[in-house]
T-cell receptor, first 116, second 112 residues
Framework: GAVVSQHPSRVICKSGTSVKIECRSL??????MFWYRQFPKQSLMLMAT?????????EQGVEKDKFLINHASLTLSTLTVTSAHPEDSSFYIC????????????FGPGTRLTVT | QKEVEQNSGPLSVPEGAIASLNCTYS??????FFWYRQYSGKSPELIMF????GDKEDGRFTAQLNKASQYVSLLIRDSQPSDSATYLC????????????FGRGTSLIVHP
């Protein structure tokens, strides 16, 4: 149980384009989903927290107009990186909290984004 | 600022030994503590959580919590090369938040 999928696992895009990453909880309902970014050999950096049906809460320093998050249902959240630049290249990881046990986070496999 | 501190390592242990990973935290009111394992290039995987003082055992893993000392540790018995990974400590802060603070992680290398 507690399986989270992410799609795509890898994506290469040109500078200036937008990329959408999907995060799905496969066998449970996730009231809360989290989006992280991780640069090589660095720790996880929380970007935003999203609750189903409401606007995401962004961490300080994360541009909400650049990183669009939509949590349309209890099993799906999407992150869209708009007008991507090479410095946005990173490992993006979502996690989901189990309804009623939101403090236990289960991570998706991550999406490696490379912007050329 | 709630902080979670881990020694970045690498911690190198021989196969079959006990690996001891440590984590300290600054928020005295924290109640929930988690250990994640992250293999290189992969996302973190939850391996243990502990809420009460003392030890919690799950197979070869034992989590130890000492709230008075604000210290949580993870012991891995009979370490295997497949245990080589980065271990992240996460602490849920006091105040009702469900967003944990992650440490930077400790790199563990188990050599044959």
């Amino acid at each position: 149980g507690a399986v989270v999928s992410q799609h795509p696992s890898r994506v290469i895009c040109k500078s200036g384009t937008s990329v959408k990453i999907e995060c799905r909880s496969l066998d449970f309902q996730a009231t809360t989903m989290f989006w992280y970014r991780q640069f090589p050999k660095q720790s996880l950096m929380l970007m935003a927290t999203s609750n189903e049906g409401s606007k995401a809460t962004y961490e300080q320093g994360v541009e909400k107009d650049k990183f669009l998050i939509n949590h349309a249902s209890l099993t799906l959240s999407t992150l869209t990186v708009t007008s991507a630049h090479p410095e946005d290249s990173s490992f993006y990881i979502c996690s989901a909290g189990i309804q009623g046990r939101s403090y236990e986070q289960y991570f998706g496999p991550g999406t490696r984004l490379t912007v050329t | 600022q709630k902080e979670v501190e881990q020694n970045s390592g690498p911690l190198s242990v021989p196969e079959g030994a006990i690996a001891s990973l440590n984590c300290t935290y600054s928020d005295r009111g924290s109640q929930s503590f988690f250990w994640y394992r992250q293999y290189s290039g992969k996302s973190p995987e939850l391996i243990m959580f502990i809420y009460s003082n003392g030890d919690k055992e799950d197979g070869r893993f034992t989590a130890q919590l000492n709230k008075a000392s604000q210290y949580v540790s993870l012991l891995i018995r009979d370490s295997q090369p497949s245990d080589s990974a980065t271990y992240l400590c996460a602490v849920l802060p006091s105040g009702g938040s469900y967003i944990p603070t992650f440490g930077r992680g400790t790199s563990l290398i188990v050599h044959p």
